[in-house]
């Protein structure tokens, strides 16, 4: 991808690259808590999950998913709220691309992990 | 085409990178977690663990070693006289055991240091797998895959958390490939590479092959035939000076340990099974093996050390396909087969230097196809390990509390107590084996050891305690005991408890149920054998028999008109006359016999589906005790229970469930309890499988 350094406009197509892949690391965004949230939980319930709702092991995957829980939505407002800013303000510089990969590649990693767990 | 993909490569391939390391660090995640609770476990998570705290023991409590292994204790760790007694034997060389000693002196005979030293030397593999491919790609990301993916592998999983010699011989003779991959021009470091290759082989005798001969090919590659002599030189003199020493210091005892006792029966199905199992979980990592080996010298140049090292542990391999070996075979070639296909991937992305050619922009392509194959290769692998040793890990963690009650149980009996599975639970107290049951029983059927004393003393009652281990889906103790030693432990000892599907067997006082004749008071005897006791399952009892499927017969308990219904596979019915309440009729039934694997029928040809109102006498044959996938019982065993017959005599189907009911009738109102019939023990316990002792009454 080109960068803006030339000072010349961007290409309309750009812009609407950008917000698309912006908008769909905000979807991306919202969708990956409750995956992340089973996958961590398969992975828990894999080593100790006894199958009850009465015993330890219950209540300690509860507490987990409460703390992931914040976390992925401190996560997701930052991607979407933070993102926005980010990109708006770095229009089509390289930085402003690399993030987008990288936030839409965590996204899609975080989906597969748990399609794959 | 070709601009748009130059333009959009680089943010494909830090794509590529970030879902690579979420697979990393799912993989490592995973492989830590299991690490910390299997060496948090208290109890034996694998039959050869007890085997070497034992020898780590005499070792430890020899305080010394005496020309080479002789113990001061008089013990010797490579008896050569496998004829006295304890029948154990060391089956690898002594650097594991001996890498045990401190932990022993300092924490007691408990499993945690071993196991833990296992789990520390698969992570010094996985860095010394990082080392070699980052020397040879200079490539961070391929580094990171060979090690993320070796210890995302389910064999390492499994076997990297316990206490086993594997993963030190494995790490040594990874370390000593990185040695010579990173200096192979200097002397000292072939050397280096000589003394831990020793070390690897003076662990665990098959890593003789595949690491020694990476890396004298690939010296010869890349430093000429000196320094490849050089190597085999250091790895000949000091590997043959130890060998000689032990040999000569045990009386030959070594070379009969290691390698006689070694020396198990081979079935080529195991390897084919292991094949498949490997080409099913790990497709990519093979594609990438495969191409690693058509790249050629000349394109890679690890080649002439990852192409060496990949067919030396394949070959290693095949010998999976000894009886009693286990996934442990395959750890070699997991870090092969890793390194293979980091080296691929590290080779494709080779990319850099302005302007790359189209060739070169195309291999970058394919490099982050590869890097999106591998990471998801990972993820497929974790999930195998979840699915597979994690679950079976978990499994035996939740029988601690029944293992609890047998260290009980060990624990107040006096020695020498035999065991197979829980050899480990003598162990945990600090008590030495006196009988490792498989080794023997290879030995046995080699002809390289004469049981006979044994029978003699298990004839005797020498033994207070034996504890037989039989897998669920497993008849384990098949190639763990011998059928005399079997045979002698059934007609000397009686199964007095069960826990963490474990048979406890004490010299025996009671007698027993029978088929030919009844207890004391019974009306009738037993429909079968129940060497191993009987589970009692509300009201039905399953039998539990020693052998096979199809070699313990099912005989009538008395006169009566037998009947089969069209759709029973597996099972007859037989109306008799009440013997307990006169003038009523009865229905004893006889389930499970079939191979359900087979789905074969194990009910005699005599009676075939739809038979009705066949006369048959007491003590006739009705078929053989089998294994059904429609119970809890995995174990071979025939499902007997009795009901009342109807009012007009006939069978009352619900029983089995063929018909059902609007209102379900409570299975303690349509079974009779068969105990007074057979006078032995029952259970006021409905609705959860209860073990009882075949025993009886008094």
Not at chain 1, 79 to 87: C, K, L, P, S
Not at chain 2, 29 to 47: E, K, M, Q, T, W
Not at chain 2, 671 to 695: C, E, H, I, K, R
Request: charged share 15%; with cysteine; glycine share 8%.
């Amino acid at each position: 991808m080109n960068s803006q350094a030339d000072g010349a406009k961007p290409a309309v197509w750009r812009t609407i690259l950008v917000a698309l892949l912006w908008a769909l690391s905000a979807v991306l965004s919202v969708v990956m808590i409750p995956t992340t949230l089973d996958a961590v939980t398969r992975i828990f319930a894999a080593f100790w999950g006894d199958g009850g709702v009465f015993g330890r092991d219950y209540w300690n995957i509860v507490m987990i998913r409460q703390l992931l829980t914040a976390v992925m939505a401190i996560l997701a407002v930052a991607i979407i709220v933070g993102g926005a800013e980010y990109h708006v303000r770095a229009f089509n510089t390289e930085r402003s691309w690399k993030l987008l990969t990288n936030t839409l590649a965590l996204e899609v990693a975080l989906l597969l992990v748990a399609v794959v767990v | 085409m070709t601009k748009m993909v130059r333009a959009v490569l680089p943010y494909a391939a830090r794509a590529s990178r970030v879902l690579a390391a979420a697979f990393m660090v799912l993989a490592g995640a995973v492989f830590l977690i299991n690490a910390g609770v299997s060496v948090a476990y208290r109890y034996p998570l694998d039959y050869g663990e007890a085997p070497l705290v034992d020898q780590a023991m005499r070792l430890q409590a020899g305080e010394r070693l005496q020309a080479g292994v002789r113990l001061q204790t008089g013990e010797r760790l490579y008896d050569p006289d496998l004829a006295a007694p304890p029948y154990t034997i060391s089956n690898y060389p002594p650097l594991y055991p001996l890498a045990l000693v401190p932990g022993v002196a300092l924490f007691g005979p408990t499993f945690a240091p071993g196991r833990l030293l296992s789990v520390l030397c698969a992570i010094a593999t996985a860095v010394a797998l990082w080392f070699i491919i980052r020397t040879h790609t200079q490539q961070r990301l391929a580094a990171w895959l060979a090690a993320t993916t070796f210890l995302a592998w389910p064999y390492v999983v499994e076997w990297s958390a316990l206490l086993r010699i594997d993963l030190l011989a494995l790490a040594l003779s990874t370390w000593a490939l990185y040695v010579v991959s990173r200096w192979p021009r200097d002397r000292r470091a072939t050397v280096v590479a000589g003394v831990l290759l020793v070390g690897a082989v003076f662990t665990r005798q098959s890593y003789g092959l595949a690491a020694p001969l990476a890396a004298f090919v690939w010296l010869w590659a890349r430093a000429g035939w000196r320094r490849a002599l050089l190597l085999a030189a250091v790895a000949a003199v000091l590997g043959g000076a130890l060998l000689l020493l032990l040999v000569l210091t045990t009386g030959g005892g070594f070379w009969t340990h290691i390698v006689s006792a070694n020396v198990n029966a081979f079935d080529f199905n195991r390897v084919g099974d292991r094949a498949n199992e490997v080409a099913r979980f790990a497709p990519v990592m093979l594609a990438g093996g495969l191409a690693v080996l058509l790249l050629g010298p000349r394109a890679l140049s690890a080649w002439p050390l990852v192409v060496p090292y990949l067919v030396g542990s394949l070959v290693s391999a095949v010998t999976i396909g000894k009886v009693g070996s286990n996934v442990n075979y395959l750890l070699e070639f997991c870090a092969a087969i890793s390194l293979a296909a980091s080296a691929l991937v590290g080779w494709l992305r080779q990319t850099s230097g302005p302007p790359p050619s189209t060739a070169r922009l195309w291999r970058g392509v394919l490099g982050v196809v590869a890097v999106v194959a591998i990471a998801l290769q990972t993820g497929f692998l974790v999930h195998t390990s979840l699915d597979g040793p994690v679950q079976a890990r978990k499994a035996r963690r939740a029988t601690e509390r029944a293992v609890a009650n047998l260290e009980g149980i060990v624990q107040a009996s006096a020695d020498p107590v035999l065991a197979d599975e829980y050899m480990g639970l003598l162990t945990i107290q600090g008590r030495s084996l006196y009988l490792q049951p498989f080794e023997m029983t290879q030995l046995s059927l080699a002809g390289l050891w004469d049981q006979q004393p044994l029978l003699a003393e298990i004839a005797q009652h020498r033994f207070p305690l034996i504890l037989i281990h039989h897998f669920p889906d497993w008849l384990v103790y098949k190639e763990r005991w011998t059928q005399e030693m079997v045979r002698g432990v059934l007609a000397s000892y009686e199964a007095t408890g069960f826990y963490g599907d474990t048979l406890v067997f004490q010299p025996r006082v009671h007698r027993l149920l029978s088929t030919a004749e009844p207890c004391p008071g019974a009306p009738w005897p037993a429909p079968t054998r129940g060497d191993f006791g009987i589970m009692w399952f509300t009201r039905e009892l399953a039998f539990l028999g020693e052998g096979y499927e199809g070699t313990v017969p099912v005989t009538a308990v008395a006169d009566g008109l037998l009947m089969r219904r069209p759709e029973w596979a597996d099972a007859v019915a037989i109306q008799h006359d009440d013997p307990l309440r006169r003038g009523e009729k009865v229905w004893t039934f006889y389930g499970n016999m079939v191979v359900s694997a087979e789905d074969r029928s194990l009910v005699d040809v005599s009676f075939p589906p739809g038979t009705v109102a066949v006369p048959v006498r007491a003590g006739q044959h009705l078929g053989y005790q089998g294994r059904s996938w429609g119970t809890e019982i995995r174990w071979v065993h025939l499902r007997f229970a009795i009901a009342p017959a109807l009012e007009d005599g006939s069978f009352p189907a619900p029983l089995v469930g063929l018909e059902g009911n609007e209102v379900p009738v409570p299975v303690e109102m349509r079974l009779l309890d068969p105990s007074p019939y057979l006078s032995t023990l029952s259970s006021n316990v409905m609705g959860t499988p209860v073990w009882l002792p075949a025993q009886c009454l008094p």
